[in-house]
């Protein structure tokens, strides 16, 4: 036994046990101990509730200590990894934090509601983002260019037939797309026909067929039946999206000078990355020699 106490492993282990006594000792009083953690109530009762929400039913008993263990689980490992210094260079940690910290400036920024003079100016200034399509009213009779040795001659003679009073529902071929549309927005028309026959379309004339206007599909005779035209809408009219839209901006240009007032108080130094532009040298130079030597 004396001889067993007499080894220096022996020492260096009974120092090392009370040292961490020691430490125990004298931090487990302190709320906040590194090795302490604290399940409280409002803790407990949002796992309780966040298992209801989810299960439509209240935990077990069982199930609500699963639930604790699982979350002191979670604060050990999380805790350790901190301690290993796992967070350190991973861009993944690196841009969880990031979003924490700019919905955090988010909520410390948050814009207040804005009166109607600063929501008028607001549409003024921006009138591209909220002027409201032209809208057409229209008729169509579809020639499928599969079924038409001439398209074209087609074409031509059946817009003739309509201009003498043909009814349009004896002629052309069957298809899914619409016969007739109702103020459709250029937006509505183009998914529908395409984007050039839409720019055609809206520029024809009311009151005659017209055409043919062609579409990924074949070609079109049109009859336009009305029109409106695009224009900025009133306040009134839009206020709860020129709202939106503005408090969005606010919202980043609060959280950008908040950024740059962060920022002050850092040095940044961007170093030019010479080693790679010499790597890249002496890759481009190796090859060259490469290819002169064949």
Do not use: C
């Amino acid at each position: 036994m004396k001889k067993l106490w007499r080894e220096p492993l022996v020492h260096f282990l009974v120092i090392g046990a009370g040292l961490f006594l020691a430490f125990d000792l004298t931090q487990d009083n302190r709320p906040d101990a590194p090795n302490r953690i604290v399940v409280d109530a409002s803790q407990i009762e949002q796992l309780a509730a966040q298992f209801k929400r989810t299960w439509l039913r209240p935990a077990t008993e069982n199930e609500l200590a699963g639930l604790i263990e699982s979350h002191v689980r979670d604060e050990v490992y999380y805790r350790e990894a901190l301690a290993m210094g796992l967070d350190q260079n991973d861009p993944q940690v690196r841009r969880r934090m990031r979003l924490k910290l700019e919905f955090l400036l988010e909520d410390l920024t948050a814009a207040e509601p804005p009166g109607e003079e600063v929501l008028s100016g607001y549409l003024e200034q921006h009138p591209e983002r909220f002027r409201i399509e032209p809208r057409l009213s229209f008729r169509q009779v579809y020639l499928n260019p599969d079924r038409r040795r001439d398209l074209a001659v087609d074409a031509e003679r059946t817009l003739a037939d309509l201009r003498a009073g043909v009814s349009p529902e004896t002629l052309g071929d069957p298809t899914m797309l619409p016969y007739e549309q109702t103020a459709a927005s250029l937006t509505e028309t183009a998914r529908t026909f395409g984007e050039t026959f839409a720019r055609e379309a809206m520029a024809l004339e009311p009151g005659a067929w017209s055409g043919p206007l062609y579409s990924g599909f074949g070609a079109h005779l049109v009859l336009v039946t009305g029109r409106r035209e695009a224009r900025l809408p009133a306040l009134a009219e839009v206020r709860a999206e020129v709202e939106r839209e503005y408090l969005a901006q606010r919202r980043q240009e609060l959280k950008d000078l908040a950024y740059r007032k962060l920022r002050e108080g850092y040095e940044v130094i961007v170093e030019p990355a010479k080693a790679q532009a010499k790597s890249d040298g002496a890759v481009a130079a190796t090859t060259q020699q490469a290819q002169s030597e064949k």
